[in-house]
T-cell receptor, first 110, second 113 residues
């Protein structure tokens, strides 16, 4: 089976802009989670979706949002980008309690 | 709130040495426990997991971990490391029914040939 795919892999944006990241889970996986990875804060949970419903959300401002489509693909959106949003954004799809991670999208905000 | 503490930030070993990485967690309920590894330039991979049953679990590449409930610990071990084990290792906890992983800060392991 193909693994979790994330697009784009790299992104450079300017402060104040918004960005949308995409994640395609492993075929058959209905749960998708998003994480932010930074050198200072480590890996932090953003949100989790199952069958188009958000089941849990981390402690991030409302500028961070997500959604899941009927085919289980997921997107996350960050509005009004700040320099501190520069990070590696990881998507994971889950099956029977195990999370499988994608390669991530490296977002740089200038 | 959940929290995960990894005891070492950076560990340097020679090949064939034994490795043990400590992990303690705080959570007021039943948990599932994981160790993930991130090799240089690669994405996070699951090394092993504990859900229930035998507290000594074996994972890929010769790694094992022991869950000690009374100590809220889930320590990772490997009897003899190789240069290819150079990576960052993350301990993670998920409360049953929580649907989110809480990660430790990670331990960078450098194995010298």
């Amino acid at each position: 089976k193909a693994g979790v795919t994330q697009t784009p892999r790299y992104l450079i944006k300017t402060r104040g802009q918004q960005v949308t990241l995409s994640c395609s889970p492993i075929s058959g996986h209905r749960s998708v989670s998003w994480y932010q990875q930074t050198p200072g804060q480590g890996l932090q949970f953003l949100f989790e979706y199952f069958s188009e419903t958000q089941r849990n959300k981390g402690n991030f401002p409302g500028r961070f949002s997500g959604r899941q489509f009927s085919n289980s693909r997921s997107e996350m959106n960050v509005s009004t980008l700040e320099l501190g949003d520069s990070a590696l954004y990881l998507c994971a799809s889950s099956f029977e309690g195990e999370q499988y991670f994608g390669p991530g999208t490296r977002l740089t905000v200038t | 709130a959940q929290s995960v503490s990894q005891h070492n930030h950076h560990v340097i070993l020679s090949e064939a040495a034994s490795l043990e990485l400590g992990c303690n967690y705080s959570y007021g309920g039943t948990v599932n426990l994981f160790w993930y590894v991130q090799y240089p330039g690669q994405h996070l991979q699951l090394l092993l997991k504990y859900f229930s049953g035998d507290p000594l679990v074996k994972g890929i590449k010769g790694f094992e971990a022991e869950f000690i409930k009374s100590k809220f610990s889930f320590n990772l071990r490997k009897p003899s490391v190789q240069w290819s084990d150079t990576a960052e290792y993350f301990c993670a906890v998920m409360g049953v029914g929580d649907y989110k992983l809480s990660f430790g800060a990670g331990t960078t392991v450098t194995v010298r040939a």
